[in-house]
């Protein structure tokens, strides 16, 4: 099948990840950016990509380590592993950033912030980051960008690992699959526990971390067409200490479900019905303060191939959410209803491409909001390539916005709309270079007022930046490098927005020798702003992996993070974790 998005299109990309082998760039097969299987330069947007080989070459414990390494993307992290993270994509506040996990909005209905700490790295196969608008295709929330999850791929994978590290850390996973003629079953586990460092910078008590990972998926062929289930759940807790410095601690149940079936109509005709249900539940253990989001969707979505340049998708998008919460006695439990229909016309010729894509929300509490994006590249030479691009996007306030702390029922609906230029460099030789400038001017931007304790609207927040990124890849070396220089403000007060750096440098190197590698990453930001004037150091951090093969099928790996020591932080007041080291032996059968 080779246009299904949500699901079945990362299944036949995941096949090629899968391997212990570099992915060269002219094989790389993204889905997110348009929701069809597209190749990356064809994508009509800047798109990353951490493959499978990615994450068993890091070592990575956490999933943040697997993003930070990003120039252009901001973590801001209360605390060590586990912590709250925020992620600010290209400038955007933190609640612009869709998370989609197997292409189904892990975004709470509630915070609005996804628990994306919770995701465990071996529970992951691929991850792709798209910056620049993107609600045309998901709605609510996709401004500063999408960084979609993918937890499933076509290849069975059958491995057992054991670890552990500095801070008392302790791993353990097993991953099975089965493979008979068309019918793929995978099924995972994984365990973490850590007894993490002191949230906050005054304190001296560490605070702990753990979680329970579990993933299954199971594709098999049903009434012409394929069944495709996933389920991936997170449980465990949190300790961390409160305003006061008194030690707390916070259980959380993260899920995500999705049934899908997607069957070939005709030569030029392919339609694909996902259901998908999230649980993203937070219950304090001292108290009886909790916040819980539910939502319960269905996409349906139908790929036309006109011919052999002109693809057409069309679909349909329901969801009910709901929101919950209790803090101090007060609290809400608010339903919202979401309707939407979305379509886009993508063509590609010899040189020139197009894409304009529409989708109509119908949103319970805001009304309707039109969101778009229209884009053209033309291939100057085989080599170089020019991609100007634009789009409006939205974000609703969510539940808390409107009825939590501060909450404000008078809220109206953020939008934004943004400009890109694109110029794109490839090499028959694996070298890619990219160079963009973009502008992003966003209305009614949400903050909180000191003042009066209460959430209101501004009238615009401008950013405008340039970005650029090199990968290079052949058979020994994988270099990823990037630098970007945004200025995000309050177009009202002309204050820089806060948590952003203006300039984030970034470096990834892999160099194999044979079967074995070692990888290095850095990254540095300059200095920030935070709440209550509050000016946050700028800091430069690397990490060093490496992956011994000690036979054909036990391979260690080790990983030492912030090498240097670092003492940093990106939320005031909030310790970030220092040098630590992890092994872990992997075992693959």
């Not at 391997?19 to 299987?37: I, N, S």
């Not at 990353?48 to 973590?75: C, H, K, N, P, Q």
Request: proline share 2%; aromatic share 8%.
């Amino acid at each position: 099948m080779r246009t299904s998005f949500l699901i079945c299109g990362v299944l036949a990309a995941g096949s090629a990840v899968a391997q212990d082998t570099p992915l060269q760039l002219d094989d790389l097969v993204v889905t997110t950016a348009t929701r069809t299987e597209t190749d990356l330069n064809d994508a009509m947007a800047n798109v990353r990509v951490v493959t499978r080989d990615d994450i068993l070459r890091s070592g990575a414990t956490d999933s943040i380590e697997l993003l930070r390494y990003f120039a252009g993307i901001d973590i801001a992290r209360t605390g060590g592993p586990g912590q709250q993270t925020s992620i600010f994509m290209r400038g955007a506040e933190s609640n612009h950033t869709l998370v989609l996990i197997d292409g189904i909005r892990s975004n709470p209905a509630t915070i609005g912030v996804p628990a994306i700490q919770n995701i465990t790295p071996e529970q992951i196969d691929r991850i792709e980051i798209v910056t620049g608008p993107r609600s045309s295709l998901y709605g609510s929330d996709a401004i500063g960008g999408v960084i979609n999850i993918i937890t499933t791929a076509a290849t069975p994978e059958r491995a057992v690992s054991i670890g552990g590290g500095t801070k008392n850390t302790e791993r353990a996973s097993a991953q099975w699959g089965v493979r008979s003629g068309d019918t793929v079953f995978r099924a995972g586990i994984d365990q973490l526990r850590t007894g993490g460092v002191p949230t906050r910078s005054a304190d001296d008590t560490d605070r702990g971390f753990e979680n329970l990972s579990a993933r299954l998926s199971l594709s098999t062929p049903l009434a012409g067409g394929q069944l495709i289930a996933t389920h991936w759940q997170a449980s465990g807790d949190t300790e961390y200490s409160d305003f006061f410095l008194n030690p707390v601690t916070q259980e959380f149940e993260n899920q995500v479900t999705t049934l899908g079936w997607n069957k070939t109509i005709s030569d030029h005709w392919t339609t694909e019905v996902i259901i998908g249900r999230l649980v993203d539940d937070l219950q304090q253990v001292e108290s009886p303060d909790s916040v819980k989001s539910t939502r319960l969707s269905i996409d349906w979505q139908n790929t036309f191939q006109v011919n052999a340049n002109h693809q057409l998708v069309a679909g349909a998008y329901l969801a009910q959410e709901t929101g919950k919460a209790l803090s101090f006695g007060l609290g809400f439990d608010e339903d919202v209803d979401i309707r939407a229909a979305y379509v886009q016309d993508q063509y590609r010729n010899d040189r020139f491409q197009a894409l304009v894509g529409v989708r109509l929300s119908d949103h319970e509490a805001f009304g309707n909001e039109l969101t778009w994006n229209a884009g053209a590249g033309y291939d100057v030479t085989d080599q170089f390539t020019v991609q100007l691009d634009a789009g409006r996007a939205f974000r609703a306030p969510d539940t808390t916005d409107r009825f939590g702390f501060g909450g404000n029922q008078g809220l109206d609906a953020e939008t934004s709309t943004q400009y890109q230029l694109r110029g794109i460099y490839s090499l028959d030789n694996g070298l890619r270079i990219s160079v963009e400038a973009f502008r992003n001017e966003i209305d009614d931007l949400i903050e909180f007022d000191f003042a009066t304790f209460q959430l209101f609207n501004i009238a615009q927040a401008t950013i405008e930046g340039v970005g650029a990124d090199l990968r290079w890849v052949n058979d020994r070396w994988q270099v990823e490098v990037g630098v970007t220089h945004q200025d995000a403000r309050n177009a009202e007060t002309d204050t820089r927005l806060l948590r952003r750096a203006r300039v984030t440098s970034s470096a990834r190197i892999s160099r194999r020798f044979g079967q074995h590698s070692v990888d290095l990453s850095w990254r540095s930001d300059d200095a920030r702003r935070d709440f209550g004037g509050v000016r946050l150091a700028g800091y430069g951090i690397a990490s060093i992996s490496g992956r011994f093969a000690l036979t054909a099928d036990l391979a260690l790996t080790a990983r030492v993070d912030n090498v240097t020591d670092k003492q940093f932080e990106t939320a005031a007041g909030f310790n970030q974790l220092g040098r630590s080291t992890t092994v872990q032996l992997r075992y693959t059968f």
